[in-house]
């Protein structure tokens, strides 16, 4: 009996690799790449627990307010809990090395949270693939502006500015460090190998977003969040 594990191990890179190859190539439509990304981001954003950022918006009241015992206590708490998920992590990494992943997720294919993740997904596929069937024009315009170098835009506060540039979705993040840490996000390790600690962000209405240039850059352009900051095109 063949071993699943290794079948769908071996499977996975040559997939990947046979996608990032195909995401390149003219002959791809832009509103095909586009949901293909679309799918790639609902999978493999990292979403820390509502507790966390909760106990990350009290630290920065309690910051903002000059409590430094408070906001000390909050952070011993935080990293208890930050311990606590990293060792739910460690249990679920040791699972899927016992079980294939079809298997996992075929357990948890009626929860209402899976549900939840896999509907709501298929709902944005359909809405997306309507609206590019129906207005194939669209395509056009973009594979145009495709061609133009990526957008730059100018991020201010007090006085400072930097620049960040529209790149394409699957650009590394650590490209544009120097804005994303003038924005306030923290990165881990050096050059290529950094890494930003949390790949989401919260708005002015508590709601998170995925960390990607075109979520900051919309938020800032409708000031739905980062407060103090503002954004032209350059």
Do not use: C, W
Not at 17 to 34: D, M, T
Not at 116 to 131: M, P, R, S
Not at 161 to 179: C, E, F, G, I
């Amino acid at each position: 009996m063949p071993d699943t594990r290794t079948a769908e191990a071996v499977a996975t890179p040559s997939s990947r690799v046979e996608y990032e190859n195909a995401i390149h190539l003219s002959q791809h439509v832009p509103q095909a790449k586009n949901i293909s990304e679309m799918v790639l981001d609902a999978f493999q954003s990292t979403k820390e627990s509502e507790q966390i950022r909760q106990l990350r918006a009290a630290i920065r009241q309690a910051h903002d307010s000059f409590d430094d015992d408070k906001a000390y206590e909050l952070m011993g708490e935080l990293k208890q809990l930050k311990d606590a998920e990293a060792a739910d992590i460690a249990a679920l990494e040791n699972l899927s090395s016992q079980f294939p992943i079809s298997r996992i997720l075929s357990t948890y294919k009626d929860d209402p949270a899976f549900q939840e993740i896999v509907y709501g997904l298929a709902l944005k596929v359909l809405n997306q693939t309507h609206q590019a069937i129906s207005n194939p024009s669209a395509g056009k315009s973009k594979t145009a502006r495709a061609k133009k170098e990526a957008e730059v835009f100018s991020i201010s506060k007090d006085g400072i500015s930097v620049t960040l540039p529209l790149r394409n979705p699957r650009a590394k993040l650590n490209l544009d460090r120097q804005a994303l840490e003038f924005l306030g996000f923290t990165f881990v390790g050096e050059g290529d190998e950094a890494e930003l600690q949390s790949e989401t962000f919260v708005d002015n209405s508590g709601a998170e977003h995925p960390l990607t240039r075109k979520s900051i850059i919309t938020a800032l352009q409708q000031q739905t969040a980062f407060d103090g900051y503002s954004i032209a095109q350059a």
